[in-house]
């Protein structure tokens, strides 16, 4: 996929290292070597092609693999919370019963009406949790 216009390029039929090895030697060494970033997830094949066909490249990380990380790590970090903390303590369940509106951006949450919540004792928009 092209980054600029973000149309698609070429779509291989495998993603096998030599079949990546192969398609991007095509291409001459100095049109490589002008390559200036190229996105990819994490598979570690990929960083070994990358390095070896664009020496000059800057590796980005695609960004629906780096929102998986960052969710899966407050995931994480949440539930080690959670743990410090007795099940029945008002603590652990406002970390357990809301948490995806822990991952909801703050636009999308609902700010206008209000809902009893039993934790807090008050009513309280998603927003405000």
């Not at 698609?8 to 090895?21: E, F, H, P, S």
């Not at 970033?37 to 570690?44: G, Q, R, S, Y």
């Not at 509106?101 to 927003?127: G, I, M, Q, S």
């Amino acid at each position: 996929m092209d980054g600029d216009n973000h149309q698609v390029v070429q779509i291989l039929r495998t993603r096998y290292k030599k079949t990546l090895l192969k398609y991007f030697g095509r291409f001459s060494p100095q049109a490589r070597a002008n390559v200036k970033t190229v996105t990819m997830d994490l598979n570690f094949y990929y960083q070994d092609i990358v390095r070896a066909c664009f020496p000059n490249a800057q590796i980005v990380i695609d960004r629906f693999h780096m929102i998986q990380m960052l969710t899966r790590s407050f995931n994480s970090l949440r539930v080690q919370v959670m743990k410090t903390f007795d099940k029945r303590s008002r603590q652990y369940q406002l970390l357990k019963s809301p948490w995806k509106l822990y991952l909801k951006k703050f636009d999308e949450l609902e700010k206008v009406h209000p809902r009893y919540n039993w934790h807090y004792k008050d009513c309280l928009t998603p927003a405000l949790l």
